[in-house]
């Protein structure tokens, strides 16, 4: 192994155990020390990836925006296609890399009071719920999706999925809903 796949490998270490702590213990309870301790490598080592706390929470955000952009990618016929696909493509990739359901978390938490405000402001930067809501407009102009507010049905959609990654991550032997259960919310 090369010295650069050795650092991109303690890199993705550090973020993963990183984002575990940070989910579980909170932004504010989470220290320097508790991520190095986790993985048995000296704070001074860590700091030699990230300059502060703010910085790997910062890096983990960033990375969950990329995620965040990608239903805004999906190609699509039927509004009820991008839907299906913006779920199955979730799933599937949470079922592949469960780290996708605290990243899925983090970034719910990343959007609240306490989180230092750049960073909050740049959770922020993704709103999901009107992009969809464009979305679900169409599907109403064609028929195909019940009538009502289209940001509350797309908020509905959304805080469903959400809840699902939460309990998800807390039960995991718990099996994952079918993607037709979850677009039902939105189906005429």
């Known amino acids: 192994m090369t010295r650069k796949e050795q650092k991109e490998m303690r890199q993705k270490q550090i973020m993963l155990k990183a ?13 320097i020390s508790d991520i190095s ?24 955000v960033e990375m969950g925006l990329e995620a965040a952009k990608r239903p805004e990618k999906i190609e699509y016929n039927e509004p009820l296609e991008y839907f299906t696909k913006t779920i199955d ?3 599937g990739a949470a079922k592949e890399q469960p780290w996708v359901f605290w990243m899925f978390v983090l970034m719910s938490q990343a959007r609240r009071p306490g989180i230092p405000e750049d960073i909050r402001q740049l959770a922020l930067s993704v709103d ?14 064609q028929g195909d999706i019940r009538d009502g507010d289209p ?3 797309s908020s509905a959609f959304w805080c469903s999925v959400q809840g699902i990654m939460e309990q998800h991550l807390i039960t995991p ?3 994952l ?6 677009t039902a919310i939105l189906k005429k």
Request: aromatic residues 16%.
């Open 19 to 31: 984002l575990e702590l940070f989910v579980t213990k909170g932004f504010s309870e989470t220290k």
């Open 37 to 60: 301790a986790a993985l048995d490598i000296s704070v001074g080592l860590l700091f030699h990836y990230y300059e502060s706390k703010e910085a790997l929470y910062k890096s983990l």
């Open 89 to 91: 493509g979730l799933f």
């Open 128 to 141: 999901q719920i009107g992009f969809s809501a464009d979305i679900i407009k169409q599907g109403q102009e």
């Open 151 to 153: 940001k509350a049905l």
């Open 173 to 175: 032997e718990y099996p």
């Open 177 to 182: 809903p079918e993607t037709e259960w979850i």
